[in-house]
């Protein structure tokens, strides 16, 4: 935990207190598989108990429940957060309750796509729309966007699409001015989840192909992820240029909207209605 000065500091303490009372307060000895000795004067788990669940010492973990100013580690805090059977926002809330923060969510890899989100990018058309991943991996694109970009809903990636696909290197002053701030957002989003392989793969095969992409990234310049516009060549229509803004799901933290508008006074929304009409 750290040592926050002040009210705030400890109104934050005071709702650590209070959250670990509460969570304990829910469990008995018998959900988590341990003998109940003798008779409580309170429902749920003793102080002693969760201590003995999550290896930590009885005193630590009263100074913890205490709000007392202590030194926490993350693995410590998912010791705690087992113990007590946190669901994954309860775990969240803890770290941050701890001043610590949260990791994301562990898991299998899953890329279904629900009908709903599927349904939003198809309204979406004439204008491009995709889903992705923490990664930049395309879950999703609708029409729009597979004309517009041409690529389709294979394994592919936001990032080496920016340094591979000819259409959008076929706006050179734009791709130059555009790339440092590209590869500066990335690292951004990686620098959430150190050591994560994700990330590191999608590195590690585009700078082998991408000579640019590895220069950039060996700058460990870091961008905030925001709204950008996005140029590219289409062979039919010419150049088309796009605000670019990302939206991220309530309740999936861990995927990403992108949606694409023309830029106004570019002509582009005249020749995007001509490429890709709109649905009848």
């Known amino acids: 935990m750290t040592s926050e000065p002040g009210p705030r500091g400890q109104r934050r303490r005071d709702q650590l207190r209070d959250f670990l009372r509460t969570r304990r307060a829910r469990l008995s000895p018998e959900d988590v598989g341990m003998p109940t000795a003798g008779r409580r004067r309170r429902p749920g788990l003793r102080r002693e108990e969760v201590a003995v669940l999550a290896g930590v010492r009885v005193s630590w973990y009263t100074w913890l429940e205490q709000g007392r ?109 555009a790339a440092p701030a590209v590869v500066a957002a990335f690292r951004a989003d990686a620098a959430h989840a150190p050591g994560d392989p994700g990330f590191g793969r999608v590195v590690d095969e585009l700078g082998a192909v991408s000579p640019e992409f590895a220069a950039l990234w060996a700058r460990h310049d870091v961008g905030v992820p925001g709204p950008a516009v996005i140029a590219v060549r289409h062979p039919d229509a010419g150049e088309l240029s796009f605000d670019k803004t990302t939206l991220v799901p309530a309740d999936r933290p861990d995927r990403y909207v992108v949606l694409y508008l023309p830029v106004p006074g570019t002509g582009t929304g005249d020749r995007l209605d001509r490429l890709v009409p709109p649905p009848a």
């Open 69 to 177: 100013a202590i030194n926490v580690s993350a693995q410590v805090l998912d010791a705690i957060a087992g113990a007590l059977r946190l669901t994954e926002p309860e775990r969240a809330h803890l770290y941050l309750l701890a001043g610590l923060n949260p990791p994301r969510a562990e898991g299998g890899r899953d890329d279904r796509v629900p009908a709903a989100m599927r349904g939003l990018l198809d309204a979406w058309s004439p204008r491009p729309a995709l889903l992705r991943d923490r990664y930049w991996n395309v879950l999703a694109t609708n029409e729009a966007a597979r004309v517009v970009f041409g690529d389709g809903d294979d394994d592919h990636n936001c990032l080496t699409a920016f340094f591979t696909n000819p259409r959008y290197r076929g706006v050179p002053a734009h791709w130059t001015s």
